[in-house]
């Protein structure tokens, strides 16, 4: 028998070896993807709006000494009026004791038993006063003008829900994430949701939503939508409902390339959970993602085959969860916005820069690549929209999401903007 470490459960093999099992649980699933309950729940408005400014919410478990990392950035980049609330989430190593001492003018909330990351942010985001709630994990160290970068986008951006942050990972680590999540595959057995790599001058992108360890939200829509849903328990994929669940309402999430953060990864999750524990809990959530979330029940379907396919070819132990998943449902309501086009937009085919001439009308346009614009065809507009060719669907919600940008803004007369086919010659 393997030594169990300390702190973890003993290792697990997670992976399906009897074909006909494998062949059960798969056939189980796709029945039960049409059988999937639809349970629609009225979608709330926001409350009245708080006081301005900024309520930054830190779960953390046993996280004393990256806490003493991260909070001198935090106070050194929090300017005007905020709070910083930290959620002791089971702590054994006296973070309670040690903030009262060293951060006196921090809130405090104690948990005595862990909690799963929805559940323990959930706890400050009640308790925040402030009209937008900042989520940080406790392994993020911010860079000079987060805060300040993340505050733009919601004077930028109208309607704005969610604005999420670039991360970077200390020097000689594999950048894993970036902080531009779309969904998008890069082969048929990958997950479905990657990072992509920012392009120079990129900004403002739309995305499928924000990191729930690094992104600022508006704090009455969040609310609006209940918070992060428990159910995604212990973590992972409790961001990407939220997101998603908002963009259905038509609050977009954006990328906001100039506010940094270094990511310490999975410092706190894999104290607790082996390396193949963390990957069933990441596809099990995001079998309940589906269930839960995606309204449209042909795109739920699609989706559905593609994942519960993907891990009949993996043979992965998540698989044996899904018929259960898809027959508990969920409490969700069809959104007024297409999915599909929201997906389209949010898929790696979009990327915008921001441009020179703020009195101009933005460009939207296809590109063979996505790539920076020549810089006389970015001062020649206020913003450049690039979509890469064949994705006509892409194209239409790019489109539309400038519009609603773009509409009403001093900046612009509201005319529709530009859209060619292709940049002039030489762009």
Known sequence: ???????????????????????LWHLAARIAAWLRPRAGVPMREPAERAPCGISVVIPSRNGRELLAAQLPGIARELTGPSEVIVVDNGSSDGTDGWLSAQWPALQVEVSAEPLSFAAAVNRGIRRARYAHVCLLNNDMLLEPGFFAALGSAFDQVPGLFCATAQIRFPAGVRREETGKAVMAQTGPDDFPLRCDEPIAGEDLTWVLYGSGGCS??????????????????????????????????????????????????????SRYYTEAQLKEILETNYLRFLARAVADGRLFRELWAQAIGRLRRRRDGALRHAARIALAGAAWQRGPYSERHILALTCGAVAVFPGGDAAAAPLVTFAERLETPAAEVLARHCEVVRVRRGNDRAMEAAVEWTERRWRGRNKWAGSAPSRVPRLPEGC
């Open 1 to 23: 028998m393997e030594r169990r470490r300390e702190g973890r459960p003993a290792s697990v093999d997670l992976t399906l070896r009897n074909s006909a099992q494998l062949a």
């Open 216 to 269: 600022l939200y508006d704090a009455g829509m969040l609310r609006a939508l209940g918070g992060m849903d428990e159910a995604y328990a212990p973590a992972y994929v409790e961001d990407l409902d939220a997101g998603y669940r908002a963009w259905q309402r038509g609050w977009p999430t954006v990328f906001v390339a100039g506010a940094l953060v270094e990511h310490r990864h999975r410092a706190t999750t």
